[in-house]
């Protein structure tokens, strides 16, 4: 038996000095935007978020909820260093370039914070607050019923619809 071994940063991978509110320098260049939707559907991008980008098996990159912040820099973060539960870190594999040309096709999509508005996207989706729409029903369902019962709310399985034990 390999006893875990826990990983700590990638050899070579250099910290995020990024500042929140760093503005993306290939904003509203339509020639970058073009390069990032090309580097989105070659970069596989598209097999999780769709290639609309309104999600998939990834979350959806056109609508205001963003777990990890909308603003420019967050979403750059979460491209180049991933998320956990199936976000690749792609910092080492694309050069920034090529990750800010990402970022403008995703701003371009329209669900984004502008980089003034970093405040607010640090924030992400809280739990309970700004519930994506596709989530309200069952969300204000179940805890309309807990507040009555003193019952916590059910939890609903996303893919069989059916409550989870």
Known sequence: MIDAVPLGDVAGATPNTLAASLPNPYAGNAQAIEQGRQLFVKMNCAGCHGYAA??????????K??????APAAIYKSIAEGRP??????????PSQDIWRLVGYIQSLGGTVDASGYEAALQGDMPGEEIAPEEQPAASTSAHAASHTGAPPESKSPITGANKP
Do not use: F, S, V
Request: hydrophobic fraction near 35%; avoid cysteine.
């Open 54 to 63: 309104k999600g998939g098996m990834g979350p959806n990159l056109t609508d």
């Open 65 to 70: 909820y963003w777990r990890y912040g909308g």
């Open 85 to 94: 539960q199936g976000m690749p870190a792609w910092g080492l594999a694309l």
